[in-house]
């Protein structure tokens, strides 16, 4: 496995949920990191390690500026990058049959396009690296559609499990691997008004971080393209 002494990682959305759970994973690990937020004042910056491994940068996917500014200062800070997290995302109620045509597009923006944005900004980069990673935390609902009700968060994460894999084509001569988390549901703001069915569970934000790590220090030779992680038996409909 790939050692993590020194690579330099970024993460959108680390101030809360997911994000910050990566954030403390990877900081304990010995990452060097690149945090990414809105507003990185909410980035409570002790909690992911020493102050000199630690840059934090502003990052919002909707700003088209964003990607390439925050991936332009990390390689200026840290002089080089090997990784980056896509985790920033968001989720709202749009349906075959109902949904605000603004919810769809905001999750578009910032469930695809601001991640096709950093991948592009980042590519550069990463190839120099020679064992660049890209982890996209994209969700079970990127590979199926649980209810109708949930279509636009889908169509938006399957468009994320799409730019992975180009991500994956485009990259693998020069070294990078990307790789899509896929979660059911995690103990998060997110689904903080979702109850798990009776008898079963969430996935803790931690144990998701740790998946993240694992498929940041897999070796070139061991690419894994996806990884699904189930929080509950799932039948059919
Ligand atoms: N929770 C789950 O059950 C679950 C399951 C599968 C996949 N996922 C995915 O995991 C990722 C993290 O979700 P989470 O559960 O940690 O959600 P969360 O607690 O709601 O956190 C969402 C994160 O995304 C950031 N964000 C939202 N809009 C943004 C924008 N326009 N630009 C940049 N950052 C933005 C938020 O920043 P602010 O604080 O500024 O809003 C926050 O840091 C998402 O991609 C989500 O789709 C979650």
Same mark, same amino acid.
């Given at each position: 496995?790939?050692? /993590?002494? %020194?690579? $330099?990682?970024?993460?959108? %959305?680390?101030?809360?949920?997911? %994000?910050?759970?990566?954030?403390?994973?990877? %900081?304990?690990?010995?990452?060097?990191?690149?945090?990414?937020?809105?507003?990185?004042?909410?980035?409570?910056?002790?909690?992911? !390690?020493?102050?000199?491994? $630690?840059?934090?940068?502003?990052?919002?996917?909707?700003?088209?500026?964003?990607?390439?500014?925050?991936?332009?200062?990390?390689?200026?800070?840290?002089?080089?990058?090997?990784?980056?997290?896509?985790?920033?995302?968001?989720?709202?109620?749009? !349906?075959?049959?109902?949904?605000?045509?603004?919810?769809?597009?905001?999750?578009?923006?910032?469930?695809?396009?601001?991640?096709?944005?950093?991948?592009?900004?980042?590519?550069?980069?990463?190839?120099?690296?020679? =064992? !660049?990673?890209?982890?996209?935390?994209?969700?079970?609902?990127?590979?199926?559609?649980?209810?109708?009700?949930?279509?636009?968060?889908?169509?938006?994460?399957?468009?994320?499990?799409?730019?992975?894999?180009?991500?994956? =084509? =485009?990259?693998?001569?020069?070294?990078?691997?990307? *790789?899509? $988390? *896929?979660?059911?549901?995690? +103990? +998060?703001?997110?689904?903080? !008004?979702?109850?798990? /069915?009776?008898? =079963?569970?969430?996935?803790?934000?931690?144990?998701?971080?740790?998946? $993240?790590?694992?498929?940041?220090?897999?070796?070139?030779?061991?690419?894994?393209?996806?990884?699904?992680?189930?929080?509950?038996?799932?039948?059919?409909?």
């Amino acid at each position: 496995m790939l050692k /993590p002494d %020194g690579r $330099v990682i970024m993460i959108s %959305g680390a101030n809360r949920g997911i %994000g910050r759970a990566i954030a403390i994973e990877l %900081g304990r690990l010995g990452y060097r990191l690149s945090l990414g937020a809105r507003d990185p004042d909410t980035l409570d910056n002790d909690a992911f !390690g020493e102050e000199e491994d $630690v840059f934090t940068h502003a990052y919002d996917a909707t700003r088209v500026e964003d990607a390439q500014n925050w991936v332009q200062a990390t390689l200026d800070h840290y002089g080089q990058l090997d990784g980056v997290v896509m985790n920033a995302g968001v989720l709202y109620p749009v !349906g075959l049959m109902e949904g605000a045509e603004e919810a769809l597009d905001v999750m578009w923006n910032v469930n695809f396009k601001g991640p096709l944005r950093l991948a592009r900004a980042a590519m550069p980069a990463l190839k120099a690296s020679g =064992q !660049g990673r890209v982890v996209n935390v994209v969700s079970l609902a990127g590979k199926r559609v649980l209810r109708p009700e949930s279509l636009g968060y889908s169509a938006s994460k399957f468009a994320a499990l799409a730019l992975t894999h180009a991500i994956r =084509q =485009q990259g693998w001569d020069d070294g990078i691997r990307a *790789c899509a $988390v *896929c979660p059911g549901l995690v +103990t +998060t703001d997110m689904t903080s !008004g979702v109850d798990a /069915p009776a008898g =079963q569970f969430k996935i803790t934000a931690g144990t998701i971080a740790a998946t $993240v790590a694992y498929a940041l220090a897999l070796p070139n030779e061991a690419s894994v393209a996806e990884i699904l992680v189930n929080s509950r038996l799932e039948l059919p409909m």
